[in-house]
């Protein structure tokens, strides 16, 4: 602050020029913001020249109490000091300051200290701050990328495309990551300094944030809120009455505000697509470069031998076991590992969805790519379980008399599939599978796998019993909306008739095999003849799987066969898909930022049933933060709504408008349209009059 009867008058921290020339202008032009390894210059304004023998001297203070401290030396030293040079000129001295490329990120206060020639203190000033990133511009820093298309993508784009579904059916959903919309940096820090290391120790969290490796490990274990002051709450079944159901989420935004907001409390719920689309935008607001990844048919190997092992025993009915899920999604990570052996730098998996502990947190990563690639799962972090992930066989096991288990069959090739991420170019998929894994069934995909296996801990067998039954679910391919049937067999394979409890479970899921809620529970007490099968017949009417699945359009069909006596319990899994209506937006005219703009959105109701509490839902980073449209009375079976919304953009460029409608009985139907941003350049230039 301007003080004219001191010598330092005031301090100008060139934030519009500094952050233009740090890239971080989208994140704050009146704040200063600079990138780590890359100069940047102040201007001290002074009620007179610098005194004779007089000279300045400049401190930084880090943590709210001051737990680090450095002095800028006054000339270039070695590359892991703060330096700086001035220039007096009319009053003014402008302060050239260079930071390393490995300087601690965060919010820094500047301290300039006018020093007599004696080392006495004559004046200083201390209101000045301002944050450091990291720079994946220099080539000297660790997450340093250098190709200019994947830095505009996987650090400037605040828009992206997540991949769902099937692997032989892919979908897409967009999501508005907002790395720079108004505070989310500040939060971005805020998530940091509420981790459990920060809060144990905040000297040695704070002296460790230079490194992006632990930085981006705090990231996945603060984004999930098991065990710690985390953002997100995951959830996997209904209900959601008491926050907001995971499809109903389209951007990072509002989750990271509300957060904040809220006092560091966590926001409910999430699920692994949530998660890694929060991650993505701290990591890249945090200045690494990231992109979000989705694995199609990923293995979750709880016992860590590499295999998902379905045994038919009790396990096998226990939430805690190997699993397949449809997809799952994790964020990748550009950076140097200059902990590791050479040829592990690149892109590293990290996966903030809470699956297993990670040296006592929930958290993943970083593991780098290469290693997942030709098998070393030696390497830090969580090497075996990303291999598994991308690489399981799915082993199916039988136990025989005496507990020995005898392998029914084994699938070489499901896990692992079309690994996908958004494109530079555009919206479009890129498939990295082969980032990940040599071609499937080629000689050195089993050469890496059997490499992997051999350091793989291996469970020895259990005792158990032999299993006498075995468990189908067959089902059609049903449109939403309509009425069909599941038939359950259950067949005794023993040499006993074996009375069972059978239960059917139909549950709304996610793409990822996440529990939404469930549909329908059916119980039945049968007989089944030895070498004879059981069929039932499991009726699914849409007034009835419509409330459990009308945010979704995935049914899981779970059944269970418990057997009186020894029999360890089976159970089998059917994953039936329904399809879901489209969503149409308009934008009516052209953008101009500051000036207000028109979108018209539509919707037909193609369900036979009358829809109510209609809702749309509309964000966009740059053109309007979280929005709700309320939809009143009644939308009829065939009836078209449609709403408008005026808005104003505030920043030019190619933005996206991502919307959401929900309402009683049908949910998540998701559109997105693109807005080309424009300045208003206002003709200036004289009228003329008369001829040529």
């Known amino acids: 602050m301007a003080n004219p009867s001191t010598f330092i008058v005031d301090v100008d921290l060139r934030s519009h020029e500094n952050n233009l020339a740090h890239r971080t202008r989208e994140i704050d032009r009146e704040r200063l913001i600079v990138r780590r390894g890359q100069p940047f210059s102040i201007t001290v304004q002074c009620s007179d020249s610098l005194p004779p023998k007089h000279q300045l001297e400049l401190i930084l203070h880090l943590g709210k109490r001051d737990e680090v401290v450095a002095k800028v030396q006054k000339q270039q030293g070695a590359g892991d000091s703060w330096w700086f040079n001035q220039q007096e000129a009319q009053g003014e001295i402008l302060l050239t300051l260079q930071s390393p ?22 004046e200083r ?45 892919i979908k897409s959903i967009p999501w508005s990551y907002g790395q720079f919309e108004d505070f989310v940096m500040d939060i971005c820090f805020e998530v940091l300094d509420n981790s459990k290391e920060a809060l144990h120790n905040s000297k040695m969290d704070i002296e460790r944030r230079s490194d992006p490796i632990y930085v981006s490990r705090m990231v996945t274990a603060m984004v999930n809120a098991n065990g710690d002051r985390g953002v997100l709450i995951g959830r996997w079944k209904g209900p959601y009455l008491d926050g907001v159901a995971p499809n109903r989420w389209t951007g990072s935004v509002p989750i990271l505000r509300q957060w ?4 560091i409390r966590a926001v409910k719920y999430g699920q692994c697509w949530v998660f890694a689309g929060v991650a993505c935008t701290v990591l890249r607001c945090l200045g690494i470069p990231t992109r979000l990844i989705t694995n199609f048919c990923s293995a979750h190997d709880v016992d860590g031998n590499l295999s998902l092992d379905f045994v038919v025993d009790f396990e096998s009915i226990e939430e805690k076991t190997d ?4 997809y799952h999604c994790w964020v990748e990570s550009w950076m140097r ?18 699956q297993e502990l990670s040296d006592g947190e929930f958290c993943c990563g970083p593991c780098p790519v290469a290693a997942i690639k030709e098998g070393n ?59 990940y894994k040599y071609p499937e069934g080629s000689v050195e995909e089993r050469e890496v796998y059997k490499k992997a296996k051999r350091r793989a801990t291996l469970q020895p067998n259990e005792i158990a019993e032999p299993a006498q039954l075995s468990l189908s679910v067959r089902h059609p391919n049903p449109v939403f909306g309509t009425d069909f049937d599941v038939i359950v067999e259950v067949k005794n394979e023993g040499r006993d008739d074996a009375k069972v409890h059978l239960t059917v479970h139909a549950m709304a899921v996610t793409y990822n095999s996440l529990h939404q809620g469930e549909c329908q ?9 030895a070498q004879n099968a059981h069929k039932e017949v499991v009726r699914f009417r849409y007034d009835d799987y419509a409330k459990c699945v009308s945010d979704h359009h995935l049914i899981r069909v779970k059944a269970l066969a418990e057997a009186q006596g020894n029999s360890l319990p089976i159970m089998a899994v059917a994953d039936i898909p329904l399809s879901l209506p489209e969503l149409h937006i308009q934008v009516l005219g052209k953008a101009f930022v500051w000036e207000q703009l028109t979108a018209s959105i539509s919707f037909t109701n193609p369900l036979p049933v009358p829809l109510t509490a209609g809702v749309f839902t509309l964000e966009g980073a740059g053109l309007l933060s979280d929005t709700r449209i309320y939809v009143d009375g009644v939308i009829s079976p065939g009836q078209k709504v449609s709403v408008k919304i005026t808005f104003t953009p505030m920043r030019t460029g190619v933005r996206k408008l991502l919307v959401d409608f929900d309402s009683d009985r049908l949910k998540d139907v998701k559109g997105v349209v693109s807005v080309v941003v424009r300045k208003k350049y206002r003709n200036t230039l004289p009228v003329l009059s008369g001829r040529c």
């Open 101 to 122: 490329a490995d300087a601690i990120i965060g919010q820094y206060r500047l301290v300039v200290l006018l020093m007599s020639p004696d080392g006495r203190i004559v």
């Open 337 to 354: 590992r200059d902990d590791l052996p050479k040829g592990n730098d690149g892109w590293q998996v990290l996966d903030p969805t809470p």
């Open 323 to 326: 699993s397949k899920w449809n």
């Open 125 to 169: 000033a201390d209101e000045i701050s301002f944050h450091v990133l990291f720079n994946p511009w220099c080539k000297d820093d660790v997450v340093y990328l250098p190709d200019e298309r994947l830095l505009h993508e996987y650090i400037m784009n605040e828009d992206g495309v997540i991949f769902m579904d099937t692997w032989d059916y």
């Open 260 to 263: 904040s907001k809220s006092g």
């Open 521 to 529: 529970r059916q119980m039945n007490n049968v007989t089944v003849s």
């Open 377 to 435: 799962l030696g390497v830090k972090y969580d090497a075996p379980f990303v291999f598994a992930e991308v690489n399981a066989d799915i082993v199916y096991w039988r136990v025989l008399p005496g507990g020995r288990r005898q392998q029914i069959s084994m699938d070489q090739r499901t896990v692992g599939r079309n690994i996908s991420t958004k494109s530079v170019y555009g919206d479009f998929r890129e498939d990295i599978t082969l980032l």
